[in-house]
């Protein structure tokens, strides 16, 4: 098993910028794909993004990308989320996640891992 804990997480004004992190424990952290996912109230858990196990992949959805930035440093265990030109309807909880599998997954399902989650609030 692997444990998650994210930080880093607050209020920020529109326009502003935010990191963040993922520590993670237990089994190797290098097995893992690392993803991000969101939920906003009243929504379903949406993906961020993803990077694969040696970090020379990221993926992000289109609502974030060329603002948002994923990396991880295997030798802390850890991965981020750089956010920047951040928007109101940002506004969620972040929660990371791991995936054990071959395939790169950009659902919910397709992790196996998550940590408890981190509120991000963007005003306007």
């Known amino acids: 098993q692997v444990q998650l804990v994210e930080s880093g997480g607050g209020l920020v004004q529109a326009g502003g910028s935010l990191r963040l992190s993922c520590a993670a424990s237990g089994r190797t952290f290098s097995s893992y794909v690392m993803g991000w996912f969101r939920q906003a109230p009243g929504k379903e858990r949406e993906f961020v993004g993803c990077i694969t196990r040696s970090g020379g992949s990221t993926y992000l959805a289109d609502s974030v990308k060329g603002r948002f930035t994923i990396s991880r440093d295997n030798a802390k265990n850890t991965v981020y989320l750089q956010m920047n030109s951040l928007k109101p309807e940002d506004t969620a909880v972040y929660f990371c996640?791991?995936?054990?599998?071959?395939?790169?997954?950009?659902?919910?399902?397709?992790?196996?891992?998550w940590g408890q989650g981190t509120q991000v609030t963007v005003s306007s």
């Open positions: 996640a791991a995936d054990a599998g071959i395939l790169i997954s950009m659902t919910p399902r397709g992790y196996d891992y």
